[in-house]
């Protein structure tokens, strides 16, 4: 009994035993296996990828492999290096690191024809800015989607003698088949030059020794063809699955506007009301996504309308003014004029409380921060003068205009040929539904002056905004510089002749717009979101979307955005009233006295910190500043193929990401396939051998009973 118990004993202790290491192995094994990652791979985690977007009749934008693609990278400073991945190289495919001076037309179709060596492509920012200027989009904005088409304006369809965007090579709206990614931290991009020094470049031009250094992209796009193409999938998905797998989403978001007398939201204005609109844009884009800084294309533009609504604002009679103003920032205007659109359409169909006949007048900011000059110009229609009745109208607008700069020297209105037509602008919606009086101010008479249009290079800088060396965040967001003194001239000019046309005169000198509000807006949108300025006009929950870089003006699928927000509670601050209501009234004013929710819109702001520095003052404001949706009509009304209305669509995706790592030769890689193989093999014939044999290898214990004494 005593030698039973002891086999028993042992069998447990090595049960016991082998359990132990088991879980130790497996505890080694979670423990070590990311550390063991991290040391094959460095991710980089400062990009921005190139999307696919699609619309009516074909896709744009990047993507890769559904595993990624990878390459062995190869750093292109000029021109000439692009020989050694295009024929000379002799390890196919290369990830090229091309420098940002060098992104352009002329280069990528010398890549884009040689898909078979190239894997993908990393651009690293141009620093200087390309001095000639850059911009992906296309010379004619917006094409075929404005008021000028065979049957109207013909002599002006497709910018045929005027193109507006010279310089744009239509890069961001080619198709690429392998992943493109923007480095967007310059410590990043020297990692990985480092990496190629030390182990892709060889003296004399031999190939280089491996091991090599690769990069990998991630950036497999769902959606492919067309918007009529993904939208089909998507709705079949959405009706037949439980769990549908959506592949594309329609570009929106929501358009920013407010009334300068509030009117009931739950209804209608009458057909005599008469209203002026105040117009401008929110959006811009670049060829990498939401990447999309818009310094002079979008940002100084409606800056200035915030600054000019504030202004009127405060003019003392605006209560007693016979017409309203009404002022809009629209989104998606980059997109074949989404916001515009989507806000006539509304006012037509009776779901918007202005109707198309209500408008008296509108007045359009373009593109205003590069004044070359004093001059702002103003541009008009050529077409709806054609009507004695408009003409005169559009003559009554300039003339009011004209008149509210001469008490501004600093700006300079000047009128342009009567034969020249309007710049892309969201004024070509509006008059092609409905023949209205209407100007767009701009910087330019003719071509655009920013060269950077819809560029990752159209940033403060462009616009010349910069502050003096050595002064904290909190003295950069106050200091004044000179472009904010201008747009504030621009915005006194604009406040004013919006006071005029509304039948006001007797206090036009009193509005004046503040360049402290200007710059600090600037700031915000330009250079430090995450200011004292913006953290105390916004509410609570807002806090996250403002980072500590500039906010981005693309309109995206995930709505309202950034910048839609930040815009709607700046405007809702600087032309609201601040009003002595709970958290809990502010939320539901319904429940107060001589409050109505249909005239005015109530936010539960931060509010600025206390002289302590250490908690914040909320408070209630009460304004007419509201959202309105922004999303095509095209897709209300199911019209995937509309050439009516902007069809622009977005891919999913599941995956995107880049890392850089060694990799070793095909050769190496072979043998150590070849040696996991015969592993494998040995393996096997052992364990069958064994197992063959098990009877005579391994000794069953004799049952307890059938020890003798």
């Known amino acids: 009994m005593a030698t039973a118990g002891g086999v028993c004993e042992a069998v447990r202790g090595s049960q016991g035993l082998l359990r132990l290491l088991s879980l130790c192995v497996l505890l080694a094994g979670l423990c070590r296996g990311n550390s063991v990652e991290r040391k094959i791979y460095i991710p980089l985690n400062k990009t921005a990828p190139c999307v696919r977007l699609l619309n009516a009749t074909h896709q744009i934008g990047c993507q890769s492999s559904i595993s990624g693609d990878t390459g062995v990278i190869h750093v292109v400073e000029k021109e000439e290096d692009l020989r050694w991945v295009l024929t000379d190289g002799p390890n196919p495919p290369y990830m090229v690191l091309l420098e940002g001076k060098l992104f352009n037309r002329t280069v990528m179709e010398k890549l884009k024809g040689r898909t078979g060596r190239i894997a993908g492509l990393a651009v690293s920012l141009a620093k200087p800015r390309p001095p000639a200027g850059f911009s992906p989009s296309v010379p004619c904005p917006n094409d075929g989607f404005g008021v000028y088409s065979s049957s109207y304006g013909a002599e002006f369809a497709h910018c045929k003698d005027l193109p507006w965007n010279p310089l744009g090579d239509g890069?961001?709206?080619?198709?690429?088949?392998?992943?493109?990614?923007?480095?967007?931290?310059?410590?990043?991009?020297?990692?990985?030059?480092?990496?190629?020094?030390?182990?892709?470049?060889?003296?004399?031009?031999?190939?280089?020794?491996?091991?090599?250094?690769?990069?990998?992209?991630?950036?497999h796009m769902h959606a492919v063809i067309s918007t009529v193409t993904c939208m089909r999938r998507s709705s079949i998905q959405s009706t037949f699955s439980i769990n549908p797998e959506i592949v594309c989403d329609p570009l929106s978001d929501y358009n920013v506007w407010s009334m300068l007398k509030p009117i009931n939201t739950s209804g209608t204005l009458e057909p005599d009301d008469r209203v002026v609109v105040a117009a401008t844009r929110l959006d811009s884009r670049s060829f990498f996504w939401n990447v999309?800084?818009?310094?002079?294309?979008?940002?100084?533009?409606?800056?200035?309308?915030?600054?000019?609504?504030?202004?009127?604002?405060?003019?003392?009679?605006?209560?007693?003014?016979?017409r309203n103003v009404m002022f809009v920032f629209f989104q998606g205007e980059?997109?074949?004029?989404?916001?515009?659109?989507?806000?006539?359409?509304?006012?037509?169909?009776?779901?918007?409380?202005?109707?198309?006949?209500?408008?008296?007048?509108?007045?359009?900011?373009?593109?205003?921060?590069?004044?070359?000059?004093?001059?702002?110009?103003?541009?008009?229609?050529?077409?709806?003068?054609?009507?004695?009745?408009?003409?005169?109208q559009v003559e009554d607008l300039l003339t009011t205009l004209e008149s509210s700069a001469a008490g501004v020297p600093a700006v300079l209105l000047r009128k342009l040929n009567q034969s020249q037509p309007l710049p892309p602008s969201s004024l070509q919606r509006f008059l092609r539904a409905h023949n209205i009086s209407g100007v767009v101010l701009a910087d330019h008479s003719a071509a655009f002056h920013n060269r950077y249009y819809q560029s990752v290079y159209d940033t403060a800088e462009n616009i010349n905004v910069s502050y003096p060396e050595r002064l904290s965040p909190e003295e950069d967001l106050n200091f004044v510089t000179d472009t904010a003194e201008a747009l504030a001239h621009v915005a006194t000019v604009l406040g004013r002749a919006l006071y005029q046309l509304a039948g006001g005169s007797t206090f036009i000198d009193t509005i004046q717009a503040d360049p402290q509000t200007v710059t600090?807006?600037?700031?915000?949108?330009?250079?430090?979101?995450?200011?004292?300025?913006?953290?105390?006009?916004?509410?609570?929950?807002?806090?996250?979307?403002?980072?500590?870089?500039?906010?981005?003006?693309?309109?995206?699928?995930?709505?309202?955005?950034?910048?839609?927000?930040?815009?709607?509670?700046?405007?809702?601050?600087?032309?609201?009233?601040?009003?002595?209501?709970?958290?809990?009234?502010?939320?539901?004013?319904?429940?107060?006295?001589?409050?109505?929710?249909?005239?005015?819109?109530?936010?539960?702001?931060?509010?600025?910190?206390?002289?302590?520095?250490?908690d914040r003052l909320p408070h209630c404001v009460r304004s007419t500043a509201r959202l309105a949706r922004a999303l095509s009509p095209a897709f209300e009304l199911r019209q995937w193929s509309s050439t009516e209305y902007s069809t622009w669509t977005e891919s999913r995706w599941k995956d995107i990401r880049a890392r850089i790592f060694l990799i070793a030769s095909k050769e190496l890689e072979f043998i150590t396939l070849m040696v996991g193989f015969g592993v494998l093999i040995f393996s096997l014939i052992v364990t069958y051998c064994i197992n063959a044999k098990a009877d005579v290898l391994f000794i069953t214990p004799r049952e307890p009973g059938a020890v003798s004494y």
Request: net charge negative; glycine share 4%.
């Open 171 to 219: 890069l961001a709206y080619e198709d690429f088949h392998f992943p493109i990614f923007l480095l967007e931290d310059g410590d990043e991009t020297n990692v990985i030059k480092q990496c190629y020094r030390d182990h892709n470049l060889s003296p004399n031009g031999s190939a280089p020794a491996f091991p090599l250094c690769a990069m990998q992209l991630f950036s």
């Open 292 to 322: 999309a800084p818009g310094a002079e294309s979008a940002v100084a533009s409606f800056v200035t309308q915030l600054a000019a609504a504030e202004a009127l604002q405060k003019a003392p009679d605006v209560s007693a003014l016979p």
């Open 334 to 392: 980059t997109f074949d004029y989404i916001g515009s659109s989507r806000m006539v359409y509304d006012m037509e169909k009776g779901k918007f409380p202005v109707k198309l006949e209500n408008i008296d007048s509108f007045v359009e900011l373009g593109q205003v921060a590069l004044r070359t000059s004093l001059e702002l110009w103003l541009h008009t229609d050529p077409m709806s003068q054609k009507n004695e009745s408009i003409r005169n």
């Open 520 to 614: 600090r807006l600037l700031y915000g949108f330009l250079v430090r979101a995450n200011n004292s300025w913006f953290q105390s006009i916004i509410r609570q929950d807002l806090r996250s979307y403002l980072g500590d870089g500039p906010l981005q003006h693309y309109i995206a699928v995930s709505s309202p955005t950034n910048t839609t927000y930040v815009v709607q509670y700046a405007l809702a601050n600087l032309t609201g009233m601040v009003i002595n209501l709970t958290r809990e009234q502010c939320q539901d004013p319904s429940k107060v006295p001589n409050e109505n929710k249909d005239l005015y819109d109530y936010s539960w702001v931060q509010g600025p910190l206390n002289s302590n520095e250490t």
